[in-house]
Every structure is written in C-alpha cells, then in structure tokens.
C-alpha cells in the first residue's frame, strides 16, 4: 500500500503529512492507525518541540473512508469492527490533545467530519482562505460523536450546536473561533513558518506546564469525553439509517429514511 502519511523531523520540527490526495485524504483504519504511530513517535522524541499536520491535495480531510465503512456495515462481525475503528480514532485524538508540545493543524483545504476532529484536536490552526468546515454525518444516518466534545470545547455550545446540526459549509474566515489565522492560499507556507519560528523561540518545559494548566483550568478531562463518545459513534452505526446512508452516498442517490 502506499505511504499516506509522512513523518520529517527538522530542526526540533515533526512534520505528519497526510498523502492521499486522490481520495480527499479520506481516513481509513490503517491511515488512522499510522498517524498515530507519528504523533507518538513525536511525543516520545526529546529533540521534537512542535508538531505540525498538513496535507496534500486540494482537501485537508473528507473525513473517513466511507467506501470502508460501507465494507464494515457488510460485514458479518459489524459490531466488533466499528468498535475497533472508534477505538483507533479515539486512540489519535486522545494522542493529540495530550501531546505536551504545541500541536498545528495548517489546512490548504476544507474539513470534514472525522477531519474535523483531527483539526480540533491540535492546539492552534491557520488555513487559507478556501477552507471549510462541516460535519456531513447526519446526512448519512451517523453522528459526528467522537468530534462534538472537541467542538463543545474549542468553540462553546452555541456554535457546536449549528454546526452539528446545520450540515452546512461553515467557511473558515467565520469559523466561531476553529481557526487562529486565515490568509490567502498563496500565504500559508510563509505565515506557517511565521508561526513555526514564534513557537520554536519558547521553552519546551514552559509549554508542556502551560498546556497541563490550560487542562485543569477548563475543567475539561477531553481524555475521557472521548472515549464515552465512542459508545454513541458504535451506535449511530450499527441503526438501519447509518446503512441506508451509507449506501446512499456512495449509489449518488439522495436516502430513505425510516420515519420510526
């Protein structure tokens, strides 16, 4: 299988690349499982001081294979295998929000679901002008369950509420506050390195005591709200509209929903 996620360590500088541009960058079980492996490959590194995620491609995430989870829904061990996939997931997010150095996300592109939760899991974001954010789910029978904390934390009640419910485009020049910087696509690569060159003349020590601090003030344990998210998500699956939703995405056709 080709390599779909890149790690370069520079300069006290991790780098995770997501490389599948001709799929949106769609995240399927082994994609979740290697972006893991960097992300944890940087936390234990005592050179590394900053981790940044970028991606290829005109999208940063489509979110998650759906093609794979339409194989899931098929299964005869169905159950067992949308738990496996949540746990993965669950696995990355947790990674990321506990990392103890700076955490990037720098968008070229739009996010998507399970994409979207990859975003909010990092500390701060930048993106170009042509970025949105939505959360589809609903229009296939599912719920962005494991995204919603996340959401509820960065942004408040308020707007994670449109969002998950509105399964509108939410651009990221109005993004209720997801994203730090917006700037011209032409201008990412050099507010980037701006950035990159702001949090590298900070102590690493300083940083990983802020980030534990911000932790405690808010009172949030995201840790955890993460992982009971997890028995929502399997649920959303395993109803008769997640497959009808599934199916009906991939077929081009708009569903039928069952009115019970």
Not at 203 to 219: L, N, P, R, V, Y
Request: charged content about 20%; some cysteine; glycine content about 6%.
């Amino acid at each position: 299988m080709p390599e779909h996620v890149k790690i370069e360590i520079n300069a006290g500088v991790a780098t995770i690349t997501l490389d599948r541009p001709e799929k949106r960058n769609a995240l399927r079980r082994e994609i979740i499982q290697r972006l893991l492996e960097c992300v944890r490959e940087a936390a234990s590194s005592e050179s590394v001081r900053l981790l940044i995620i970028k991606a290829t491609g005109k999208v940063f995430c489509a979110g998650m294979d759906l093609g794979q989870m339409q194989e899931r829904a098929e299964s005869e061990d169905s159950g067992e295998e949308w738990k496996i996939d949540s746990q993965v997931y669950c696995d990355l997010l947790t990674a990321l929000v506990q990392i103890q150095i700076p955490t990037v996300a720098c968008l070229q592109g739009p996010a998507l679901a399970g994409g979207v939760g990859l975003v909010l899991a990092c500390d701060i974001v930048i993106a170009s002008e042509n970025t949105f954010f939505m959360l589809p789910e609903p229009m296939r029978g599912i719920t962005a369950a494991m995204v919603t904390p996340l959401l509820l934390h960065r942004i408040g009640a308020g707007p994670a509420t449109y969002m998950l419910l509105s399964n509108e485009r939410i651009p990221a020049s109005r993004s209720y506050g997801i994203c730090h910087a917006v700037v011209p696509p032409a201008d990412l690569d050099t507010r980037l390195q701006a950035l990159q060159d702001s949090i590298m003349s900070g102590s690493k020590s300083a940083f990983a005591i802020t980030k534990s601090h911000i932790s405690a003030s808010t009172g949030c344990d995201l840790a955890t709200q993460l992982q009971d998210s997890m028995s929502v998500s399997a649920q959303a699956r395993a109803t008769p509209d997640a497959r009808e939703g599934l199916s009906a995405f991939l077929e081009k056709r708009q569903p039928s929903w069952q009115t019970s």
